[in-house]
Structures are given as C-alpha cells and as structure tokens.
C-alpha cells in the first residue's frame, strides 16, 4: 500500500506562485511513476504532469507547460508541483497520484490517491 498525502494549496491571485507538496509513504518500487491531476467543479479529472520515481524523467501537459514544473526527492519521499504565472482557469481540486508499472495520463490507470488540495486563483 502507498499512502499519499497533499499539501500546499490555497487563495492567490492571477500571476502568483504555489508549490505543491506530496508527502509518499508505504511500499514503491522503481516502477513506479507519480502524477499530478487536477478537477475544477463540474469538469473531469485532467492530467496535468508526472515523474517517473526513480529516473526523473517528466511530462507535462500543454496547458500548464511552461508554467508547472514537476519534481522529486526520493530522500524525502516528496513529490512538488511547482506552479507559477497562475491563471484563473488554474483553479481546482489537486489530486496527487501513484501508478505502479508505468507512465500515463489517464487517471483511471491510477492506483494510488491522495485527498486533494484546493488551490483558487483569483481575477
């Protein structure tokens, strides 16, 4: 089992800076890749980066590029989700998640979750 664990979310407006955090615990193994989803009210569960746990390796989705960076601390066992220049549009849920064998955007593919973390960024 892989407990997950959000934090770092909040009210900011247009143009500011949030990171956010991940704190894993329990079993992983090399395989496994961590991502980064987010769901605004009324919309589906959207992609927005992962890092494979070990190698580093990141992808990012096109409407956060540029602006989200997703890293890693294997000594800490946390995943970050640097995120600037945000946008209102930028405003939803933030779900950290665990995937055991492999990369993909697609949330239902996804073992582990955490709770979430709001993040509202205002006009």
């Known amino acids: 089992q892989v407990q997950l664990v959000e934090s770092g979310g909040g009210l900011v407006q247009a143009g500011d800076s949030l990171r956010l955090s991940c704190s894993v615990s329990g079993r992983t193994s090399n395989r496994y890749v961590m991502g980064w989803f987010r769901q605004a009210p009324g919309k589906e569960r959207e992609f927005v980066s992962a890092?494979?746990?070990?190698?580093?390796?990141?992808v990012t989705a096109n409407s956060v590029r540029g602006r989200f960076t997703i890293s890693r601390d294997n000594a800490k066992s946390q995943v970050y989700l640097q995120m600037n220049s945000l946008k209102p549009e930028d405003t939803a849920v933030y779900y950290c998640?665990?995937?055991?064998?492999?990369?993909?955007?697609?949330?239902?593919?996804?073992?582990?979750w955490g709770q979430g973390t709001q993040v509202t960024v205002s006009s």
């Open positions: 998640a665990a995937r055991r064998d492999g990369y993909s955007s697609n949330h239902n593919l996804y073992d582990y």
């Open positions: 890092i494979t746990w070990t190698g580093g390796n990141t």
